[in-house]
């Protein structure tokens, strides 16, 4: 069983980074396209990035390119969200999730196999 656990979200100035973290356990993480995703209150899910599994292709969203970084480690089976210039827009669950399969867009959610739990970011004004 494939199980995905983001840590590092928190409450946040206008301004600050934040670095978020998500485990990957009971899988081959070496195998899977990662994404992250957000949901912000009273909006629909949006892409936030992806990093496919050698690291060789990196994609962001409108909303976050320039500020946003994702990278990953595969020897941990980790892969992060550094989150830089953040502001109150940001404010959102944050998901991670792994595409272990070859079809499928990795900006669209419903490609994604397995999902994290999510993690809470706020950025105050």
């Known amino acids: 069983q494939v199980q995905l656990v983001e840590s590092g979200g928190g409450l946040v100035q206008a301004g600050d980074s934040l670095r978020l973290s998500c485990a990957v356990s009971?899988?081959?993480?070496?195998?899977?396209?990662m994404g992250w995703f957000r949901r912000a209150p009273g909006k629909e899910r949006e892409f936030v990035g992806s990093?496919?599994?050698?690291?060789?292709?990196?994609f962001y969203g409108d909303a976050v390119k320039g500020r946003f970084v994702i990278s990953r480690d595969n020897a941990k089976n980790t892969v992060y969200l550094q989150m830089n210039s953040l502001n109150p827009e940001d404010t959102a669950v944050y998901y991670c999730?792994?595409?272990?399969?070859?079809?499928?867009?990795?900006?669209?959610?419903?490609?994604?196999?397995?999902w994290g739990q999510g993690t809470q970011v706020t950025v105050s004004s």
């Open positions: 999730a792994a595409k272990g399969r070859l079809t499928g867009s990795m900006f669209v959610a419903s490609s994604y196999d397995y």
């Open positions: 009971g899988g081959t993480f070496s195998r899977y396209t």
């Open positions: 990093i496919t599994s050698s690291s060789s292709s990196l």
